[in-house]
């Protein structure tokens, strides 16, 4: 038994699964040095959709927010979510666009990366994890966990070992839509921990009201570290509230260590931000409702607030519990992807058009297309012909590593923005969100040209000509 370490996830997938990623660099730098000051595993401050968010609806720039928060947490690891292959992105980009990411986004501040992949497909996550470890960070690894006939303990198990066995510093169990129960998280972590040597740790999501016995039963079976969010970003869509758990642990073997009185400072922190989300209509009651749909029908938070969008935009609200219900077939359809970034959109989006349509794959997305012919990688489970045919015909199938099929992107990005560049870093931005960066960079140099001219009125007015 040894003592139990938790990630602070309030400044990347708290307010990600809360309020869309709104919160500001400027909201979160005055509690950085308290929350430096706790003693947790890591803090989660960048990476999943922190990087689109800070370009598209804040215009910030992703890479100086990472430089500011690296500047005043002097004693913390700083912590990112990476989508593998898919980067931050939502498709697959080439190698070099990959090990140049990792390579700066460590440059700039971080220290551990934590890389998925949405099939649990291995070869998708390769490419990050070796340039992780050659950059001198931490690799985690993750496994992806959902519920389905081929997701078993043995699934999980020879994964962790799989990843172990290529170098993973560390083995992340993500529970992106709450569905891991109690005991059975015991049962799973008992038999990884037997698996392998290296730390485990478990994220999960409060959306169906388990995460916090479910941590408890993982703490009990050997977990090292937990993802947890401070109270007034906890629950609902988010993470399980950090300071209830310490003060369960305290006094036990597992006994964090934590300062009660420290966190309830940073907590008094986010409580009028929290306030201010829910004024704005950032922070809907909806998400922090227990939700039994998301254990039904296995659909993480996240993607029911996208249907609920998806299907009011068409005026079809009226058929969410019949999309719902659709979902699963979809996913079975499908070889049983788990529903995690890009796979949940690409299974939602196709369920709606099922029930829209009032014909199953009558309408077909590009992505669901993309995704049968393997462009996303290897489906869980093989996909029947009947479905195969129906969809994209006697189109090839990709067998091998998607990304094998891309050639170098980095200097053709570089060519296209050579007016924009200020930093290294920009090009990576536009490689991943073309017409969202090149919004950005326009508007930095407006921003730059308005400064540039009220310097220049200013020293007019003082040395008139």
Known sequence: MAKVQITETALRDAHQSLIATRMTTEEMLPIVELLDQVGYYSLEAWGGATFDACLRFLNEDPWERLRQLRKVAKNSKLQMLLRGQNVLGYKHYADDVVEEFVKLAVGNGIDIIRI????????NMECALNATIKEGAHAQATVVYTISPIHDTS????????LESMGADSICLK?????LTPYYAYELITELKKAVSIPIQLHSHYTSGLASMTY?????????IVDCAISPMAMGTSQPPTEPLVATLQ????DTGYDLELLNKIAEYFKPLRDKYIGEGLLDAKVLAVDVNSLIYQVPGGMLSNLVSQLRQQDKLDKFDEVLREVPKVRKDLGYPPLVTPTSQIVGTQAALNVIMGERYKMVTNEVRAYIRGEYGKSPASISDEIRELIIGDAPIIEDRPADRLKPELDKYRQEIKEYIEQ???VLSYALFPQVAMNYFQFRQAEKYKLDNGILDKFNKVYPV
């Open 251 to 254: 006094e036990s073997p597992y």
């Open 175 to 179: 529970d992106m839509a709450g569905l």
């Open 116 to 123: 998925f992949d949405a099939l649990n497909d291995i070869r």
């Open 216 to 224: 408890l039963k993982a703490i009990e079976a050997g977990v090292d």
């Open 155 to 162: 699934h999980y198990v020879d994964t962790a070992k799989t």
């Open 424 to 426: 290294d870093e920009d």
